[in-house]
C-alpha cells in the first residue's frame, strides 16, 4: 500500500505493507528511533507519539491509520537539533530522568497536554501520564518539572 503522511512536517511517501505498526515504520523505515519500542503490547508507553496531536501508543496503531496524517515524534520537539526544546530542558535540569527510556514518551504527552491547554494543573497532567510507565524517577519530578514549563 501506498501512503503518505506528515512526519514533523515533513512529507513521507511509503509503500508500505498497511497493518504494519507505526512504531516499526518510524524506527525501520524513517530512522526516527526516539520513540522507544518497549512492551509492545499497550502497557508502557514508551513508544507515544502524536497523530493529529493526540497522543498513541504507536505500537498498536497500523501504519494505514495514519495516511493523511500529521505525526509528531520526540525529533520533532525543536527545530535546532542542538538546542532542546523547553519541555527537554526543564526535565534534564530538574535531573527528571533516569534511563531515559520513557522520557521521548512523556515529553509527547506533556507536548499533547501544552498545545491542549496552556496551564494544566498537576491533576491533568497526571492523568495524561498515567500510561506512560517509568521505572527511574517515580514521576513526580517529571510532573514537577514539566508543570514549571507549562506555568
Ligand atoms: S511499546 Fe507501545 S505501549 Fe509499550
Ligand atoms: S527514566 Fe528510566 S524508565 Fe523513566
Known sequence: MKLSFRV???IEVLDVEPLTPLIEVLRDRLALIGAHQGCTGDNCGACTVL???VPVYACQVPVCQVDDAEVRTVEGLTADA???APL???LA???ATG???CTPGMLM???ALRQRQPRPGP???RELLSGNLCRCTGYEAIVQAMLEVME
Open 88 to 90: 527537554q530542558e526543564a
Open 82 to 84: 542542538e538546542r532542546l
Open 51 to 53: 497523530v493529529n496531536d
Open 123 to 125: 491533576e491533568e497532567l
Open 8 to 10: 514533523n512536517s515533513k
Open 109 to 111: 504527552i506533556g507536548l
Open 93 to 95: 535540569k530538574a535531573g
Open 99 to 101: 534511563c531515559g527510556f
